[in-house]
């Protein structure tokens, strides 16, 4: 149990057992309970340390004059046996209550914005409801009754006066405080039992002419200064005294019922007298409550008005809050008009958006009608154009596209913005050929240059058309015309392509297989094979390109089926960083042992990875293999559509170069007639596409591949045939200094154990068509 409760039960415990005791003994008792409570108080604000501790220190000097006292009636009354009134213990239990006054006073912290007699008013109709009765039954009785000592009757009508104050402080106290926890609480009830205290005293006193009731309030003095000490004591101590007042304004339903019961006091106390007294002791007996009843009807008088300037002020607040709030309203509502309009438009076009087009979806679809046509359409070539002259020339771009698509369009149909340079139109009640006119407008209007910025900007648009009716639901028409405009990108863009029900079907399967590729990137269930590149004039092997073979539910898939689903869900980067650690790894000994290097391919997604030349560099730390021991092999696709980011593909090579790896231009010569990107980018190797091996010895055919080789050897850069099939074409190739190759003639791709077999027993040279090339390419 912690100090305070501790100190209540005992100090509560010797109170209950004060009343049984002597007379010299109660006063002991008293004595020992003041000079405990006063260091319960001093204790209490060193351990906690209060913010205001003024109030508490002035309590203790209450308690202390009042042990004192109590000291100077107990020696008065052990040499004299009598304490008469008035006596010396007078003059400290005088200061014990104006110092318990004062304290009191400064319990609560007052509001300076306040009216001074605004604070008394509640607490003065309560002291002069408890003066009527004050009056009636101890006043009047000390003053006129003839077995009470009239001498000492000023003596007690002082104390009665200090009670009447500190019933008007304590009643403030308690109805102002803005904290009321059980420090504040345990003070107020000491408070109370001390005028309670002094009240019983002078009932007795008034109406037996003796101290009567000594034993009981010298119990509830002892009450007082245990609750003092034990709120002193409390935890909730720091934050009871010196906290500003609470302003009720309005007053609770509780102290309505206390101030009707007050106001009666004073009528019913005279109304009372008249009645049961006869004669009349003295006509003030009738006259002072009387008086304490006006006071109280002027200070409830005064409660009310007080009320009155707090409700027209209230109303006059309400009035100018009303029309702040009617023009808040107004301005709220044109916000929201705005904001309505912004949610639904795009801020740069000022076309629908994605939820005005969801919106105007849901309509068309609730509707019973014919067909709704949707195109949805995408700019070709955006990117460049953001990349090449800045975004403020692409926004401009974008907002001429959204003028040309407006004259397009009926008026009745819905043209969006959905991002980016992605545009949607819905045409309600529409026919299959009016949706597909639209299209073909609209890839017509936009083929025709777009002058922007005194620049003329060509820009063409794939277009997804679809027609759609109920059941179906917004998503799903989004996704179907989606999958129309995918379609119409994958066939060479700048085209119209209608949604067909195998392109759900085309995009499940993708979706299944690229959900079964990253199952077996997790699991690693790929597998490497290896087919063999020979120097045609030695047969020496002097590299092996790694090929990536997948096993899908136990049969294998093409690469030509998975490698394109890998490359679009981003899936082509853990599997190429897979199959570099791996090839790096299985390389190691026919590179100790026979100087042969790995080449594997790499795709644009791997080179738009910002730490893609780190992880070539790991792997091949990792494997333990120098950089010239690796040759990455990129399309010519991927080079020269790099664009303006051809200046990081040039810092990329150029950091692995800086290592020793090498780079290979794949499927050189196909589509592209500019070369000039050999001469920027850092390239070693040219592999020569099948397209232009040599098969059939025709001239024309030997030309293309001499000149490829020629313009290899001009470059100093070494060439490497692909697709050789037949001796035939290994010796045209031999014909035309082409200075290495590879096919089936050689080998065909064996996994990296049966390739190690033809390695040892060749001794790393290949010369001719090898047994297992022969029967391959049959």
Not at 82 to 109: E, I, N, Q
Not at 139 to 152: C, G, I, N, S, Y
Not at 433 to 453: N, Y
Not at 558 to 574: N, R, S, T, W
Request: with cysteine.
């Amino acid at each position: 149990m912690v100090a305070w409760r501790w100190y209540a039960a005992v100090g509560l415990g010797a109170v209950a057992a004060g009343g049984f005791l002597p007379v010299l003994a109660r006063q002991g008792l008293y004595t020992l309970a003041g000079v405990s409570a006063a260091a319960a108080v001093l204790a209490g604000v060193r351990r906690y340390r209060p913010p205001d501790r003024r109030c508490w220190m002035v309590f203790a000097g209450a308690i202390g004059c009042s042990v004192l006292a109590a000291v100077t009636w107990a020696v008065q009354y052990q040499i004299t046996g009598h304490v008469g009134v008035p006596a010396f213990k007078d003059v400290p239990f005088l200061a014990s209550y104006l110092l318990m006054a004062v304290g009191t006073l400064a319990w609560v912290r007052p509001d300076p914005g306040r009216p001074r007699a605004e604070r008394f008013i509640d607490s003065g109709i309560v002291a002069s409801g408890v003066a009527a009765l004050c009056w009636t039954f101890i006043v009047h009785p000390l003053l006129f009754e003839q077995h009470v000592d009239r001498a000492h009757g000023s003596n007690y009508l002082t104390y009665v006066t200090i009670d009447l104050v500190l019933v008007v402080l304590t009643a403030r106290m308690i109805f102002t405080s803005s904290v009321r926890n059980p420090a504040h609480l345990l003070v107020s009830s000491a408070l109370c039992a001390v005028i309670a205290g002094d009240v019983v005293y002078y009932v007795a006193l008034a109406w037996t002419g003796n101290a009567g009731g000594d034993s009981y309030s010298t119990a509830l003095y002892l009450c007082a200064y245990i609750l003092i000490g034990t709120a002193a004591l409390h935890p909730s101590m720091p934050l009871a005294a010196g906290r500003p007042e609470r302003v009720q304004q309005v007053i609770p339903a509780h102290r309505v019922y206390l101030y009707s019961v007050l106001a009666l006091v004073g009528p019913a106390v005279a109304i009372t007298m008249l009645l049961v007294a006869d004669p009349l002791p003295s006509r003030w007996w009738v006259l002072v409550p009387l008086a304490t009843s006006v006071v109280t009807s002027v200070l409830l008088i005064a409660r009310l008005s007080q009320l009155v300037r707090l409700a027209n002020r209230r109303v006059r607040d309400l009035d100018a809050q009303a029309g702040t709030l009617a023009a808040a309203l107004r301005e709220q509502e044109a916000l929201r008009q705005q904001l309505s309009h912004r949610a639904l438009h795009d801020a740069l076009t000022g076309l629908g958006n994605r939820a005005l087009l969801q919106e105007r979806l849901e309509h068309a679809l609730a509707r019973t009608g014919g067909p709704h046509g949707l195109l949805l359409l995408d700019l070709d070539g955006f990117k460049d154009v953001n990349d090449t002259y800045g975004h403020p020339t692409g926004d401009a771009l974008l907002i001429e596209v959204a003028v040309r698509l407006l004259g397009v369009v009926g008026t009745s149909d819905t043209l969006a913005r959905l991002g980016g340079d992605e545009f949607a139109i819905l045409m309600e009640d529409a026919t299959a050929a009016r949706v597909a006119r639209a299209g073909q407008l609209i890839i017509d209007e936009l083929e025709r240059p777009i002058v922007v910025h005194e620049r003329d900007l060509s820009v063409t648009a794939s277009v997804g058309s679809l027609l759609f009716a109920a059941p179906s639901t917004p998503a799903e028409a989004l996704r179907n015309a989606d999958l129309a405009l995918y379609a119409a990108k994958a066939a060479g863009k700048n085209r119209l392509a209608a949604y067909d029900p195998s392109l759900a079907r085309e995009r499940t399967e993708h979706m299944r297989v690229a959900a079964d590729l990253r199952r077996a990137v997790a699991n690693e269930e790929f597998t490497v094979n290896y087919q063999p590149v020979v120097d045609l004039s030695t047969g020496r092997v002097t590299a092996v390109e790694a090929l990536l073979r997948w096993t899908r539910d136990g049969r294998p898939v093409p690469p030509l089926d998975f490698i394109p689903v890998a490359e679009q869900y981003g899936i082509i980067v853990p599997i190429g960083a897979w199959v570099l650690r791996r090839a790096c790894r299985d390389v190691r000994t026919w590179h100790e042992r026979f100087g042969i290097s790995v080449t594997v391919n790499v795709s644009g997604r791997q080179l738009r990875e910002p730490d893609f030349a780190a992880t070539v560099i790991s792997a091949l730390r990792e494997a333990g293999l120098p950089g010239s021991a690796l040759i990455l092999e990129i399309t010519e696709t991927v080079l020269v559509s790099a664009g303006p980011s051809s200046g990081d593909v040039t810092a990329l090579l150029t950091t692995l170069r800086a290592e020793g790896v090498r780079v290979a231009v794949d499927d050189f010569g196909t589509g592209y007639s500019s070369l000039a990107y050999l001469r920027h980018l850092p390239v070693d190797i040219l592999k020569i596409d099948r397209a232009f091996t040599p098969e059939g010895g025709l001239a024309e055919e030997m030309a293309f591949t001499r000149a490829i080789v020629e313009l290899g050897n001009s470059l100093r850069l070494s060439s490497i045939a692909e697709a050789v099939e037949t001796p035939e074409q290994a010796e045209r190739l031999r014909q035309l200094d082409c200075p290495q190759a590879q096919g089936y003639h050689f080998s065909r791709p064996l996994p990296a154990a049966d390739l190690d077999e033809v390695l040892t027993s060749s001794g790393g040279v290949l010369r001719g068509a090898t047994p297992s090339a022969a029967a391959g390419a049959a």
